[in-house]
């Protein structure tokens, strides 16, 4: 059996690559479900899209639960412009053959930690921070069934890639990511300083493409949709992937380094909401409260999606 998970994410084109990699790794990661949360695009097209890539990868044994529809005290920031309409890039749209579940993710979340062993499943959140500082608010005590949160997001040396220095899933819900930063759990961030040493070259999109399952097609067309993007750079250096590398980490380690860290989310001001106070210097009122990746190989996270991708041997 692996890693047990809870996946929570906004899908969103690297969301979904995401997904198609931890779907693939079936005898690596154990998910207990997928939820979702209103982030790149709205809250019914992100549960939407869950689906749509649960399907491609196969895995409808994986349930999906829709979640929070607005950030916890803002209005939305949407952010179909990276995503395309559908939040899925240029992927053909048709309906999912199973849509979510009727459960809300929140009570999801809640009920399946609740029911687990101390410190035994792993939450990695892609997307705003909304569902799982929802349910940390409403039982606290579910901390006791999580081994770690694993996120994406934040910024420090890198800047940010929605304001000078906000990340756009902590500027989505900037409340949300201080109560998770602050409650105490485990926390492993992986921001933009990390994931902008991971980028989609032509030849790790040409890589995965190759590997021509139903799944890697997929991926493919989702990097390539990141890549056509002006605000991602030449084409030639390749966007960044950001939503993957939570991921790809639990599945080997060694491809990133970090530094424990304290982080604040700035929630008040204008001019800087959402900004990550990554502080590294230790004192007694700043626990250190996240491990910070400071650093990421670009190819071995490429190496883990290809591989992980080749496992699906389903043609399209």
């Known amino acids: 059996m692996g890693r047990r998970l809870i996946i929570d994410c906004d899908p969103g084109v690297d969301d979904a690559v995401m997904l198609l990699l931890a779907c693939a790794a079936r005898d690596a990661l154990d998910i207990a479900g997928i939820t979702t949360v209103a982030g790149n695009v709205g809250a019914a097209l992100t ?8 399907g491609i990868a196969a895995r409808e044994d994986i349930p999906v639960f829709a979640g929070c529809t607005r950030p916890l005290r803002r209005a939305p920031v949407e952010a179909g412009h990276f ?10 749209i048709s309906a999912p053959r199973h849509g979510p ?60 890639n929605i304001t000078a220095s906000s ?25 933009l300083d990390a994931t902008h040493q991971v980028r989609a070259t032509p030849a790790r999109v040409d890589a995965v493409r190759a590997v021509g399952s139903r799944a890697a097609l997929a991926a493919a067309e989702l990097l390539e949709f990141s ?59 700043r626990p250190q ?21 080749a496992q699906d041997s389903r043609r399209p």
């Open 227 to 285: 890549n056509a993007l002006p605000a991602n750079g030449p084409r030639a250096q390749g966007a960044p992937l950001h939503d993957p590398c939570p991921i790809v980490w639990l599945l080997r380690p060694e491809a990133f380094r970090f530094r424990p860290c304290h982080v604040d989310v700035e929630t008040a001001s204008p001019l800087t909401l959402g900004h990550t106070a990554v502080e590294f210097r230790a004192a007694p009122q």
């Open 47 to 54: 549960a939407r899209n869950a689906c749509i890539v649960r």
């Open 83 to 92: 995503h395309g309409e559908s939040g899925l890039g240029d992927l053909p």
């Open 101 to 160: 579940e009727p459960r809300h993710a929140v009570d999801f979340i809640v009920a399946t930690l609740l029911a687990a062993a101390p410190a035994s499943v792993t939450l990695v959140a892609t997307g705003p921070l909304t569902n799982v500082a929802t349910a940390l608010a409403r039982e606290p005590v579910i901390r006791r069934g999580l081994r770690e949160i694993a996120l994406m997001g934040g910024a420090r040396s890198e800047g940010g």
């Open 289 to 309: 409260n996240v491990l910070w990746a400071v650093a990421a190989d670009g190819d071995a996270v490429f190496d883990v999606l290809t591989a992980s991708l």
């Open 167 to 191: 990340e756009y899933n902590i500027h989505a819900d900037p409340d949300a990511a201080q109560a998770v930063f602050g409650s105490g759990c485990t926390v492993v961030a992986f921001g």
